[in-house]
């Protein structure tokens, strides 16, 4: 059964910084395109970034030089490095499988708020 766990959301002012991870298990991880996804309040699911098995990455252009996609092949674990966040980052996280955004965790709450 895949299963993925996000964690790392919080709290934050604007310009702060977080770092979400996501557990991942029940499939080959480091043969699998990851995707983060979000959904601010009253909106849809929006793509955040995408990191292929081999560490190749992409990014919106909302979060391009702000967010940094990782993953450890080795730990079964994906990561987001979010840096100088704005209101506008405020979302649950979601990490899910680039070929189908329906498999995805539970998500994080991010708030960045004065």
């Known amino acids: 059964e895949v299963q993925l766990v996000e964690s790392g959301g919080g709290s934050v002012q604007p310009g702060e910084s977080l770092r979400l991870s996501c557990a991942a298990s029940g499939f080959a991880f480091s043969d699998v395109d990851m995707n983060w996804l979000r959904q601010a309040p009253g909106k849809g699911l929006e793509w955040v970034s995408q990191?292929?098995?081999?560490?190749?990455?992409d990014y919106s252009d909302s979060v391009k030089g702000r967010f940094t996609i990782s993953r450890d092949n080795a730990k079964n674990t994906l990561y987001l490095q979010m840096t100088s966040l704005k209101p506008e980052d405020t979302a649950v996280y979601y990490c899910a499988l680039a070929m189908d955004a329906s498999t995805r965790g539970q998500g994080t709450q991010v708030t960045v708020s004065s």
């Open positions: 990191i292929s098995g081999l560490g190749d990455s």
